[in-house]
């Protein structure tokens, strides 16, 4: 699948895309502007579904001559900035440009005035301004952009900006936004889901009441936002960008600028490390309008602050629980409140929320629910698409109440999950019946049969890793261990009646295939999987994945394995269509059907051994190509009720985290991390384990560190000394405990999306651990020192 495939196979050197034009554009270090996203011309390399291809791009990578949108340059180049406003509230009273205009070596200055076309912006729901243009709604808001000869000019020239603002109080808690005046024409209520299933009014013998809270993380990316835009004489623009949707952002480029579609075109470059949206078209579209009104080309390279500032993060949530059980830990009920913080816009809000809700009771069979989401609008920064999206919120609540129950109960925590798991033929609380592979008992016993790592003590004291770091400040005697289960869930593809559909074309010339299809890879490795699916459908080795730009058909955005889906599927059925015109007059000749022969090591053969020919030697002289489309059943929007199928296709992991906590200190250590989780078929054993263990990194930085800190709208520190990623010494060991390969029949190849669930799933074990090692009940992500001091 694309996640279980291997990074983009982009290269210094590759192919570009038709130049622009107007001007020359290049990367330094080496490299083209749209490097080739992959090919495989050594036939001795592993090859074909299954195999554990390498990434092609690994050496670039590492000695810096691999392309991102930062190297980026042209002949002419302009640089831009952007002034940003440094209140989260505020009317703007005046706005003058005039001193900013004037200095030397600027070329100009725009604001809302200078939006030819529907100023609006937004991935779901287009309601945000490109420029603020009489209120501002968060700290960070666009207000206008430069175009100047250096960058440092540029930067000088924007705060040079002379704005006049009346600030206003914020509304920076979510539950204010239900009675505040509406901050935006839409209201501040972005959705609302009244999920109710089964019996409302049953209750259990045993009630658990729970209170959660789960933090502002952000992507952070390796690489800052970076683009360059060029003029085109017919007065459209050319972008090159590493945006992951490079079609959905044409389009809303083109109805912001005036422009048609075919007057905008985007190249996508090397992307510089993607777990959510990248490109935000607040960076897109300053460019494009400068580059149109300067008639030159314009780059723009966001500083950190200006990174963090300018794109959606993960939903801030507060989650209130009931859960009702009889005595034998048996669910009976599930009674949840969710409040999503969509920050000052709605972004894809309503789609996380109904993630969210769909998702509140986890994978464990609940007869009856009553779940309430809310999305709301404040004046904090913008929430977003971030991988995950609203499972992880509400899987670290319903485990700390499964946790509780347990508790409760006296029950071990491992063995009251495994008397609630979902199975296949199950319902979820939506209504819809689970008819993907679930198995959900088989993951969550892989974990607990894993033997568990061994203790500090069995070492040398100076040997010991303590929590805090190996020269922390803490005791050994303060050290207490602990073991935490978790259960996840996570969909895949899009959900609620999106309309799914990716196209491909393949191409062989000789022994030498090229595919054309615009998903982007984005480091999740479609490039990679595109030629393993041809290696294994044509029997050819050098297999070339062709560039991304807007000129080739739509494939959409990447996520929840949808490259694997989708596109995957679009190329597969390319590749056989161009199989059944290669092997087509060779059969007739033997008067047989095509269905009779195969490929496999480069050969083609009869089944009954009388055709036996290489494959290089029927493709000799001939250019074959063939263009297919894949579109997945579809779903339903949820009703009034929360009732509908509203998703493709699902996937379960259950992890075991083991982690040292200093109670004096409240400092953790995370010892080990062991997953089962349900891949569906392993595509590509090396980049799953890889992807797997991304995952619960990503997590555990969730769980213990990554926390974007903003008090009443404002930002605090947006740089990486505050916001604080796990670096490789905080990471611990993971353990792939299994994989269950049981595919789904309905997806191309039978694989799932494996990304996302690690993810999921880490942050509520690492939690349940700290519980278990210091019995304290931890209801807050990322978990705060205090929460972790004294033993309860």
């Known amino acids: 699948m694309t996640d279980q495939a291997d990074r983009p196979a982009g290269r210094g050197g590759g192919r570009r895309p038709s130049g622009p034009a107007n001007g020359s554009v290049t990367v330094s270090p080496g490299g083209a502007v749209a490097a080739e996203q992959?090919?495989?011309?050594?036939?001795?390399?592993?090859?074909?579904?299954?195999?554990?291809?390498?990434?092609?791009?690994?050496?670039?990578?590492?000695?810096?001559?691999?392309?991102?949108?930062?190297?980026?340059?042209?002949?002419?180049?302009?640089?831009?900035?952007?002034?940003?406003?440094?209140?989260?509230?505020?009317?703007i009273r005046a706005l003058d440009t005039a001193a900013a205009a004037a200095m030397p070596g600027v070329r100009t200055v725009i604001t809302h005035r200078d939006v030819a076309g529907d100023a609006l912006l937004g991935k779901a729901v287009p309601d945000r301004p490109a420029f603020a243009s009489e209120v501002v709604?968060?700290?960070?808001?666009?207000?206008?952009?430069?175009?100047?000869?250096?960058?440092?000019?540029?930067?000088?020239?924007?705060?040079?900006?002379?704005?006049?603002?009346?600030?206003?109080?914020?509304?920076?808690?979510?539950?204010?936004?239900?009675?505040?005046?509406?901050?935006?024409?839409?209201?501040?209520?972005?959705?609302?889901?009244?999920?109710?299933?089964?019996?409302?009014?049953?209750?259990?013998?045993?009630?658990?009441?729970?209170?959660?809270?789960?933090?502002r993380q952000d992507a952070a990316p390796i690489g800052a936002e970076a683009g360059l835009a060029v003029p085109r004489p017919d007065g459209g623009v050319e972008i090159y960008t590493a945006t992951t949707d490079p079609h959905a952002d044409r389009d809303r480029l083109a109805a912001c600028l005036g422009l048609t579609t075919d007057q905008v075109k985007i190249y996508v470059t090397g992307v510089p490390g993607s777990l959510g949206d990248r490109e935000d078209l607040g960076f897109q579209l300053p460019l494009s309008l400068l580059a149109i009104r300067t008639a030159c080309p314009v780059k723009l390279a966001a500083t950190r602050e200006e990174s963090f500032l300018g794109?959606?993060?993960?939903?801030?949530?507060?989650?209130?629980?009931?859960?009702?059980?009889?005595?034998?830990?048996?669910?009976?009920?599930?009674?949840?409140?969710?409040?999503?913080?969509?920050?000052?816009?709605?972004?894809?809000?309503?789609?996380?929320?109904?993630?969210a809700v769909s998702f509140a009771a986890g994978p464990y069979v609940v007869p009856n629910a009553v779940i309430d989401g809310w999305a709301v609008r404040t004046n904090n920064p913008p929430s977003g698409y971030l991988r995950?999206?609203?499972?992880?919120?509400?899987?670290?609540?319903?485990?700390?109440?499964?946790?509780?129950?347990?508790?409760?109960?006296?029950?071990?925590?491992?063995?009251?999950?495994?008397?609630?798991?979902?199975?296949?033929?199950?319902?979820?609380?939506?209504?819809?019946?689970?008819?993907?592979?679930?198995?959900?008992?088989?993951?969550?016993?892989?974990?607990?049969?894993?033997?568990?790592?061994?203790?500090?003590?069995?070492?040398?004291?100076?040997?010991?890793?303590?929590?805090?770091?190996?020269?922390?400040?803490?005791?050994?005697?303060?050290?207490?261990?602990?073991?935490?289960?978790?259960?996840?869930?996570?969909?895949?593809?899009?959900?609620?009646?999106?309309?799914?559909?990716?196209?491909?074309?393949?191409?062989?010339?000789?022994?030498?295939?090229?595919?054309?299809?615009?998903?982007?890879?984005?480091?999740?490795?479609?490039?990679?999987?595109?030629?393993?699916?041809?290696?294994?459908?044509?029997?050819?080795?050098?297999?070339?994945?062709?560039?991304?730009?807007?000129?080739q058909p739509p494939a959409g955005a990447g996520g929840r394995g949808r490259h694997t889906w989708i596109s995957g599927g679009a190329v597969d059925r390319a590749a056989k269509m161009v199989r059944t015109q290669l092997l087509q007059p060779l059969a007739s000749n033997f008067g047989m059907s095509p269905e009779l022969l195969t490929i496999a090591d480069g050969k083609?053969?009869?089944?009954?051994?009388?055709?036996?020919?290489?494959?290089?030697?029927?493709?000799?002289?001939?250019?074959?190509?063939?263009?297919?489309?894949?579109?997945?059943?579809?779903?339903?929007?949820?009703?009034?009720?929360?009732?509908?199928?509203?998703?493709?296709?699902?996937?379960?992991?259950?992890?075991?985290?083991?982690?040292?906590?200093?109670?004096?200190?409240?400092?953790?250590?995370?010892?080990?991390?062991?997953?089962?989780?349900?891949?569906?078929?392993?595509?590509?054993?090396?980049?799953?384990?890889?992807?797997?263990?991304?995952?619960?990194?990503?997590?555990?930085?969730?769980?213990?560190?990554?926390?974007?800190?903003?008090?009443?709208g404002t930002v605090r520190r947006p740089d990486l000394a505050d916001y604080a990623l796990p670096t490789a010494l905080d990471a611990p060991d993971v353990r792939v405990v299994a994989l269950l390969e049981e595919r789904d029949v309905v997806a191309p190849f039978g694989a799932k999306a494996v990304s996302t669930i690690p993810l999921v799933v880490s942050p509520a074990a690492v939690a349940a651990a700290v519980r278990a090692a210091t019995g304290r009940p931890v209801n807050r992500l990322p978990i705060r020192p205090q929460s972790a001091v004294g033993v309860g």
Not at 41 to 60: E, F, K, M
Not at 203 to 210: K, L, R, S
Not at 323 to 344: C, I, P, S, Y
Request: hydrophobic content about 45%; aromatic content about 4%; charged content about 20%.
């Open 388 to 551: 995950g999206e609203g499972a992880v919120q509400v899987c670290a609540a319903y485990e700390g109440q499964m946790d509780q129950l347990a508790a409760r109960l006296g029950i071990d925590p491992g063995e009251l999950r495994a008397r609630n798991v979902l199975g296949t033929g199950d319902m979820l609380p939506t209504g819809q019946t689970v008819t993907c592979p679930a198995p959900v008992a088989q993951l969550l016993a892989a974990v607990r049969e894993a033997p568990l790592p061994s203790l500090p003590k069995d070492g040398p004291v100076e040997e010991w890793l303590l929590p805090g770091g190996p020269d922390g400040a803490g005791e050994p005697a303060a050290v207490r261990r602990g073991v935490g289960y978790a259960l996840g869930m996570v969909h895949q593809l899009g959900a609620e009646g999106a309309d799914e559909v990716a196209t491909a074309t393949v191409k062989v010339e000789g022994t030498v295939a090229t595919v054309l299809c615009a998903a982007v890879d984005s480091g999740q490795g479609f490039a990679t999987l595109a030629r393993q699916i041809v290696q294994d459908v044509l029997g050819v080795d050098e297999v070339h994945v062709a560039p991304v730009d807007t000129d």
């Open 38 to 91: 992959g090919s495989n011309v050594d036939g001795a390399l592993p090859h074909g579904l299954g195999a554990p291809v390498p990434p092609p791009d690994g050496d670039a990578k590492v000695q810096g001559t691999f392309p991102y949108p930062a190297d980026l340059w042209a002949e002419g180049l302009l640089w831009a900035a952007v002034l940003r406003s440094p209140h989260p509230h505020a009317r």
């Open 604 to 712: 083609i053969a009869s089944y009954d051994g009388v055709l036996s020919t290489t494959v290089a030697e029927a493709l000799e002289g001939k250019e074959l190509w063939a263009t297919a489309q894949c579109r997945p059943h579809p779903t339903e929007p949820l009703d009034e009720s929360g009732q509908g199928d509203a998703f493709v296709g699902l996937s379960f992991a259950a992890v075991r985290a083991v982690v040292d906590v200093d109670v004096e200190l409240g400092s953790v250590r995370v010892v080990e991390m062991a997953i089962a989780q349900d891949v569906g078929r392993v595509l590509n054993p090396r980049q799953l384990r890889a992807r797997i263990e991304a995952g619960v990194v990503q997590g555990m930085g969730a769980a213990l560190t990554e926390h974007l800190r903003v008090a009443r």
């Open 137 to 215: 709604r968060y700290h960070g808001e666009p207000i206008a952009a430069v175009a100047a000869d250096h960058p440092e000019t540029a930067r000088l020239a924007a705060a040079a900006i002379a704005v006049e603002y009346e600030v206003l109080d914020p509304v920076s808690d979510p539950e204010q936004a239900f009675e505040a005046e509406p901050l935006h024409p839409d209201g501040n209520l972005v959705r609302h889901i009244p999920l109710r299933h089964g019996d409302p009014a049953a209750t259990g013998e045993i009630v658990i009441e729970g209170l959660y809270r789960i933090g």
């Open 311 to 355: 794109h959606p993060h993960r939903h801030p949530t507060l989650l209130r629980y009931w859960h009702h059980a009889d005595r034998e830990g048996k669910l009976v009920k599930v009674e949840a409140q969710l409040l999503m913080d969509a920050g000052a816009y709605a972004d894809d809000s309503a789609e996380a929320l109904a993630a």
